[in-house]
């Protein structure tokens, strides 16, 4: 089995091959209620919510535009607040469902200042809500989520947090904070593989549903809770997926939601000490270094490419590359999900080997 | 293990379990390249055409809503014609995303006349493009794809097709026959568990593309084509559903896809004569019952809802109901897929048994 540690999806524990492995059923019986039901309420848990809390087939990329379709109007306008490749991503979603956007960009590697958003919603009354994404996989910092969510609760905006590489691996608490829509999706900390994305959705996202008029069909979350209320789906959903979710769940939750997220705290810290022992810099600002994903920055004098093909290919190590304007410049690992110390250990180990190698230092 | 017998989710072969339960691995790397790769090739094959065939992560609805925005803009005059359901379906997602759409729709159990679908086009030139289910999972008519298509093409339209329960099962020329989209959904012939849909598009249909307004992002098809020359997917794929899928290709062209389709149809009579022997009506046209899919109208004096809970309860045979207003009217059989001569064997034992059952009998 390669350690892989790239930012999702991540590797699967040998409980939830076993699920994968399923036997089809009907999802319009009995047996398919039971799981979805089940997986609804161990999710809200992970996502501290009493919020609707709907599954759909998709990546997490469909699930941030259902968080965006289901929610605004053509001409909406639209706070973006971005601090990389993903926060550029929902942007352009809603851009290109005629949302008028306004672009908060924070540099690359950096968080999001609550107090700029401050600013921007108090400057713009006209907008409608605000979209942030609460850990940036392409940098790896985690953004304030809890201080940004004040701003924009106590300035009544909607806020839909892409929380895709966050929830069920660090705190996000929903409705603690104010979150009135939440993303995940089913390749990350939920340790099972893609093809699922998880939304919750509070009282006034449904209010704001009423009178939002993006088209849609395949992600309408108004179909999707009509049916949850039956315990199906509106159109067929990846069975074997949710099998291997519930499973998976329910292993989190014997771990205890708290416990798993101080597990990725710690595996997080040995990830960045043992970079850094290793005479490597971290990219990411030392204040909002993500505990699911570490970016390192691409050695001095060193073949980022041919680093990379060494440790895949002769160590079985698969890390990720640096995305738009940061490929070449960076290295990712992704640490969330199923991650035994072991193969933190064995994968600073063979960094530190191909580090050494002749072959990718620089002519 | 059930003897699962609606039209999708199908039953999955050991072999397609085995595959399900894959370990995760890189989607951007170099072996999900090459199941992309071989997998696409294989689908073409199926599919009878060398146009692009591209996967998406969802739902065959996912794919009927991914033929439908990246082809027309609103305002589009589209002809939808509909014997059922599904025909229904991708009518109001057309009509969802603002075209302008004209339904032409015959009587459910019935086929669509060619004749009737030549007289609209000539009757409204203004009309762009046509939806056409080709086997309609509702009813259990498959459409006669092949005259639909030739006035279709003779008007010069662009022919969109929903394949999602005939593809892989029953033939389906896309190049011979002139359909510029196709739409299939995984859970279906194709014998893999549901996350998957299949599309293939036509230069024709590509040029379409060039102009089309209609607002996408995760169905954008143009992603898909251009992710798919470097052997990737633009967002993560279900990883555990490709791969089943290149097994089950594997399976279905060791078998050769001429005697697959020959094994549906001679399923499907063995279906239909079993069913007539124990006295029930078949519901279809005659002419143009499906080979994946037999609806059965309700047998009089039986309580259906009572009929297949016991079946399903007590025999573990598991049926569809009807949809829509055939609800409480017809039952339906899927045999697509994976469907050992024993399982329809045993499904139609159990069915004459529980039709004795004096329980069933209405008041």
């Known amino acids: 089995m390669s350690n892989l540690r790239i930012p999702g999806p991540t590797p699967v524990p040998p409980e939830i091959q076993e699920a994968m492995a399923t036997q089809m059923f ?3 019986g009995p047996a398919f209620s039971k799981h979805i039901g089940e997986a609804t309420e161990k ?3 992970f996502f501290q919510t009493t919020n609707d809390l709907l599954l759909l087939t998709a990546s997490g990329t469909g699930g941030l535009e259902a968080s965006i379709v289901n929610f605004f109007s053509p ?7 971005s601090i990389g490749y993903f926060g550029d991503r929902i942007a352009t979603i809603a851009e290109g469902y005629g949302a008028n956007v306004q672009r908060l960009s924070f540099e690359w590697g950096s968080a999001a200042d609550p107090k700029v958003i401050k600013e ?7 907008i409608k809500g605000v979209l942030v994404t609460h850990n940036e996989t392409s940098t790896g910092i985690t953004n304030n989520l809890e201080a940004i969510a004040k701003e924009v609760t106590k300035a009544n905006k909607l806020l839909v947090v892409d929380g895709v ?9 929903t409705d603690d904070w104010g979150c009135d829509v939440v993303v995940s999706g089913s390749q990350k900390g939920w340790m099972i593989p893609p093809g699922l994305a998880m939304i919750s959705v509070s009282e006034k996202a449904w209010e704001a549903n009423k009178s939002a008029s993006m088209p849609r069909f395949y992600f309408d979350l108004t179909q999707a809770k009509s049916y949850l209320e039956r315990g199906q789906t509106p159109w067929t959903p990846a069975i074997s997926i949710v099998v291997a979710l519930n499973v998976a769940l329910d292993m989190l939750m014997k771990e205890g939601r708290e416990a798993v997220f101080e597990r990725h705290h710690r595996i997080a810290n ?3 000490d043992g970079v850094e022992k290793l005479g490597l810099t971290l990219y990411a600002d030392p204040n909002h270094r993500s505990d699911t994903v570490t970016a390192v920055s691409a050695p001095n004098g060193i073949e980022l490419t041919e680093m990379l093909r060494i440790l895949r290919e002769e160590q ?3 890390l990720a590359t640096g995305q738009g304007p940061l490929a070449g410049k960076i290295f990712r690992v992704g640490h969330l ?3 035994p110390d072991q193969a933190i250990n064995e994968l600073l180990e063979k960094l530190e080997e191909t580090l050494s190698t002749a072959s990718i230092t620089q002519q």
Chains 1, 2 share one sequence.
């Open 43 to 45: 999710l809200q848990d």
């Open 26 to 28: 009907n999802h319009r």
């Open 120 to 126: 921007a919603l108090a400057n713009n009354p006209e």
């Open 270 to 272: 040995r990830v960045r």
């Open 316 to 318: 079985d190590v698969i």
């Open 165 to 173: 590489s966050s929830a069920g691996s660090i705190p996000l608490l």
């Open 75 to 81: 001409g909406d306008h639209i706070l973006a607040v």
């Open 337 to 339: 999900g199923w991650v």
